[in-house]
């Protein structure tokens, strides 16, 4: 018997796989299915990033021959339509699923763990059941953290959910953090008409590669995102319609907060000290590759660890663990996770950075190469990003890439593949990429290693 807690995409991936091995599978959940990424996280997101990229498309048009002109926004439909999907994916992916298998039984209530076989759990009526399991997966997510700021809390102010399904633009959105979400959404915003203030307690996007929070920076600041970085925000005041930020550069004052500094991990009401296990600084459970949590037959999966916060991770990780828990053994292997930030251009990476390559203590050799070196970007006059090829200096195999530019989730995969099966920077030079793609900027880039490109003919193999 398997019990997992949550129902978000590691959940649910942990309990398809669970019922397939043949266990009784529970899922425990207080809240609304599906977790963050269908219902207030990638999904809505990328539907709103979408429909700012259609309108600034119409508003900034680099043809001459096309008249731009600004877009007419109606929010309140845009979010109707963004729902519509949201609501339409979690019913296919989440709803349809639980019901069409028959050993998945869903729990609603909240689950706080007695000893590491049985859950406490509190149901919507006030009862509280307790549920044995042979195995148990906690799988309860993040939530959106909120920084000590005085006055913060006592504010009306957004996170990302409130921010995804307002029906009315700001005229001016103050966002703090950094985050991609901070990013991604500042850009939607400012796309669709909002005039935003983004403020950064360091480097804009400073977890992630140096090179693609400096890029980014720049095309959002070339968009008209006024960023104030390496400032400390004091307090916040809240009155009239109107917040008042106080920050070490001056007063910030907009119609609306957006807080977007991180996410914390839902795991301090699981009364984890019933059972011994510990959480990091943050909160989050730590896991080894298998996602044992050190407690025997207790694992977890997701945002409430110290895994990467992505979905997909999330997912892998579900997976995994399921198959560990019903007698297989699986690991985790993230060694070519990509990574992508849904700005435009976007922000992809995989693999090591230089300085990450180095702090390991590997020699290697780098290549960036400028978009204007790349004939689809040329041909879309959008020579905004860069490619940058990290390898091993001696083999010139494939350690890392960073890459800014339209499409750049698209073209990362490419170089998860080539990391994953231990390519070279002459195996990527030598193979066929089509004409006119973004992910052929790949191939020039391995093929600087060796040559110029600006002395190659078009198609130059």
């Known amino acids: 018997r398997v019990a997992i807690i949550g129902s978000g995409s590691g959940a649910f991936a942990a309990a398809i796989q669970a019922a397939e091995a043949g266990a009784r599978t529970t899922l425990i959940e207080a809240g609304t299915l599906g977790g963050t990424c269908v219902n207030v996280g990638c999904v809505p997101s990328k ?23 600004p877009a007419q926004v ?40 007695k000893d590491s076989h ?19 997966l906690i799988a309860t997510g993040a939530s959106p953290e909120i920084p000590p700021v005085p006055g913060l809390r006592e504010s009306p102010y ?19 953090g950094s985050s991609i979400v901070a990013v991604e959404l500042g850009q939607a915003f400012l796309r669709l008409g909002s005039r935003v203030t983004l403020i950064a307690r360091g480097k804009v996007l400073s977890r992630q590669d140096p090179d693609l929070g400096d890029a ?17 925000i004091r307090s916040v005041l809240h009155g009239d319609g ?18 977007a500094a991180g996410r914390r991990p839902n795991t301090a009401n699981l009364n984890l000290e019933a059972i011994e296990l510990q959480v990091d600084e943050r909160g989050a459970i730590r896991v080894d590759d298998r996602l044992r949590t050190g407690v025997p037959d207790v694992y977890a999966a997701g945002d ?16 995994r663990a399921a198959i560990n828990m019903t007698g297989g053994d699986a690991a985790l292997d993230l060694t070519a996770m990509p990574e992508v930030i849904f700005t435009d251009p976007q922000g992809a990476s995989v693999g090591l950075s230089q300085a990450q390559a180095q702090g390991k203590g590997i020699a290697t050799a780098s290549r960036t190469l400028n978009l204007d070196n790349v004939p689809r970007a040329l041909a879309n006059f959008d020579t905004r990003g860069f490619i940058k090829l990290v390898a091993e200096a001696d ?8 890459i800014v530019a339209a499409q750049a989730g698209e073209a990362i995969q490419t170089m998860a593949l080539a990391i994953r099966n231990g390519m070279t920077v002459d195996d990527l030079a030598a193979q066929l990429f089509p004409y006119l793609t973004m992910v052929e900027g790949l191939k020039l880039c391995a093929q600087t290693f060796r040559k110029d490109v600006k002395q190659l003919s078009c198609c130059a193999g």
């Open 216 to 232: 980014l920076e720049q095309a959002l600041k070339g968009e008209g995102m006024e960023i104030l970085t390496h400032t400390q």
């Open 118 to 136: 049985t859950l406490m759990v509190k149901l919507p009526d006030g009862r509280e059941t307790a549920l044995h399991a042979d195995r148990i």
């Open 158 to 176: 957004w996170t990302s959910a409130e921010a995804l399904v307002a029906k009315e633009l700001p005229r001016h959105l103050v966002i703090i």
């Open 74 to 113: 109606n929010r309140a439909a845009l979010v109707a339509q963004q729902q519509g999907r949201v609501d339409e994916l979690r019913h296919a992916k989440y709803e349809n699923v639980l019901n069409a298998n028959p050993r998945i039984n869903l729990v609603r209530g909240l689950a706080r763990f």
């Open 395 to 402: 083999s010139g195999r494939l350690l890392g890439a960073q």
């Open 47 to 69: 539907i709103m990033i979408q429909a700012a990229h259609a309108a600034h498309a119409q508003a900034a048009s680099p043809f001459p021959g096309i008249a731009s002109r």
């Open 304 to 319: 409430c660890t110290s895994l990467p916060q992505f979905v997909y991770v999330a997912a892998a990780a579900g997976t």
């Open 242 to 259: 109107m917040f008042q930020v106080e920050t070490g550069a001056g007063i910030v004052s907009g119609e609306r907060l957006l807080v």
